[in-house]
């Protein structure tokens, strides 16, 4: 994969990442469109990162379908799939991490500590072996944009990072391989996180601008379903991730709510004239 890389760089060809955990559906086949448009060279990698799931998390049951995932990359633009294994991913010594510290502390970060160090980490190895021009990832995972955001920064990448629109089903529901979990009643329920986002951005839409009534009202539209748990609804700002009392143009209203055993997220960037 480098010396492709380092063949296409030498040829002034420009190189459009798009990292993945595979079990590609068309929110991940619409970040490859957006790569081939800002690249010569789309480059995707599948990899199941296994240092971003805690040991109580669902790594063994991950979907996986490679044949499938390779027509889909192929179908979508991608010219090299990178698919390396665990053991070319992670030495067995490997003891090398990187870390984003203070973003990464509250929203998924809380629940789920040590994810985004794992995230980060294989990213950057990623960002070491494909040398990209740019990178492609999607909004629907709004603190990993943010955080990695600031690792390209903090650690002078040159790598533009090019950030996707969520993909929604047509009822609403925002593209995930963990929707693959959902039970047909969980599916029915899930699209609470979606109508709680519409509902609240009606009320900012109609003035208003108090960020706790309209986690209140989120909150009572996710709890409707007797299949939903809310791990967090926050109203944030969309670069630092700190918790805003007040809804400014720009500002991120993100949820992550279990239905059933399953823990979906969503969000969406309010847009205020
Ligand atoms: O968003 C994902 O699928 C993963 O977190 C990523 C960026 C591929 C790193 O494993």
């Known amino acids: 994969m480098s010396e492709l890389s380092d063949e296409w760089r030498s040829k002034e060809l420009r190189i459009a990442f798009v990292p993945t955990m595979g079990y590609l559906h068309a929110g991940h086949t619409s970040l490859m469109q957006i790569a081939q448009s800002n690249g010569d060279i789309v480059v995707s990698s599948i990899f199941v990162n296994p240092i971003q799931f805690a040991p109580h998390e669902d790594l063994d049951k991950y979907p996986r379908d490679l044949a499938r995932d390779q027509k889909m990359a192929e179908q979508a633009g991608t010219v090299v799939l990178f698919v390396p294994s665990e053991k070319e991913m992670y030495h067995q010594d490997f003891q090398t991490f990187i870390n984003v510290e203070e973003i990464t502390r509250g929203l998924c970060g809380r629940s789920r500590p040590g994810h985004f160090r794992g995230v980060t980490t294989v990213v950057a190895k990623l960002f070491n072996i494909v040398k990209p021009h740019c990178a492609v990832f999607g909004q629907k995972d709004a603190q990993q944009v943010a955080v ?3 690792m390209i920064r903090d650690l002078n990448y040159a790598i533009e990072l090019i950030v996707g629109p969520i993909v929604r089903e047509p009822d609403g529901l925002a593209m995930s391989s963990r929707n693959a979990y959902l039970s047909a009643q969980e599916r029915q329920d899930a699209l609470v996180l ?7 951005r009606k009320l900012v839409q109609n003035g208003e601008r108090n960020s706790h009534v309209v986690v209140a009202e989120m ?13 967090y609804i926050e109203i944030v700002d969309n670069r630092t991730l700190l918790p805003l009392d007040s809804i400014h143009d720009g500002t991120l209203l993100a949820l992550a709510v279990y239905i059933g055993k399953t823990r979906l997220i969503d969000n969406c960037i309010i847009n205020l004239p």
């Open 194 to 200: 979606f109508k709680s986002l519409e509902h609240a």
């Open 219 to 231: 909150e009572k539209i996710v709890n409707s379903v007797d299949s939903s748990r809310i791990d």
């Open 148 to 150: 990695i955001r600031m």
